[in-house]
């Protein structure tokens, strides 16, 4: 049976994949032009196949794949998850050592964040934020807009902080544009160094970050019997990339 390893397609996520597979004794072979799969010489049962951040997440909770490189972020907004007793997260994937559910690998860092426009100096906490929703409801009888493409992870944030009078516009693009162009009163985003944030006048809230995301290796339902059964391919990945993260 041949394993199917998922990594990024295209950006930096997919340059640091590459060069964190090869520091582990891994490199994979340069694909073709505009081709999606590869291989790892070093593992030749393993096919390496070339997607979005996004897709492997999906294609991971679905169980296409033996194991996946994604960020954090989107995995979890698949899931709706947070982190917790309960997290559906852990039911989706096996661990890479025992009982560690997800291994982390030091790159890809960025925060999932809730941003109110700067001009509101009266919106610091999420409280304030709950405070805000009802003076909107009350004078302009709309809900607070939430712009954000997460909108999983939004809503349970969002219920966490005892928010229920908001709308969610989903964000097809520039999600920190959407309070300057009316879509949207505030945003939930992930962002690394906030600067696009401030150059939008955008202040994140102190109690406003939903958790910090990073890419991760995650293996999926369907590695569960191979890992079982002792796949060398997949317990040399998840060891190798263990030991070079």
């Known amino acids: ?135 909107i409801r009350a004078r302009q009888q709309r809900p607070l807009r939430v712009a954000t493409k997460y909108v999983r992870l939004t809503r349970a944030f969002f219920a966490r902080h005892m928010i229920a009078d908001y709308r969610i516009a989903f964000s097809t693009g520039a999600t920190e544009a959407a309070p300057a162009s009316g879509l949207a009163d505030v945003i939930v985003d992930i962002t690394t160094s906030g600067a696009t944030l401030r150059d939008n006048r955008l202040s994140i809230l102190e109690d406003g970050e939903i958790f910090a995301s990073e890419a991760c290796l995650f293996l999926g339902p369907a590695a569960a019997p191979v890992w079982r059964d002792g796949k060398p391919e997949i317990e040399r990945l998840a060891k190798a990339l263990g030991a070079a993260a």
């Open 1 to 135: 049976m041949t394993a199917l390893f998922a990594i990024p397609s295209k950006g930096r996520l997919k340059e640091d994949c590459f060069a964190l597979l090869e520091r582990a004794g891994l490199k994979v072979a340069p694909p073709p032009e505009r081709a999606y799969e590869t291989h790892i010489p070093a593992l030749p049962g393993l096919r390496v196949i070339l997607i979005s951040a996004g897709e492997i997440a999906e294609r991971l909770a679905r169980g296409d794949f033996h194991a996946g490189i994604t960020g954090e972020d989107v995995m979890r907004e698949r899931m709706g998850s947070l982190d917790g007793a309960n997290d559906p997260l852990s039911r989706v994937v096996i661990g890479v050592n025992g009982p560690e559910r997800v291994k982390r690998l030091g790159f890809g860092p960025a925060r999932l964040v809730v941003a109110a426009p700067e001009a509101w100096l009266d919106c610091q906490r999420m409280s304030d934020l709950a405070d805000i929703a009802l003076e």
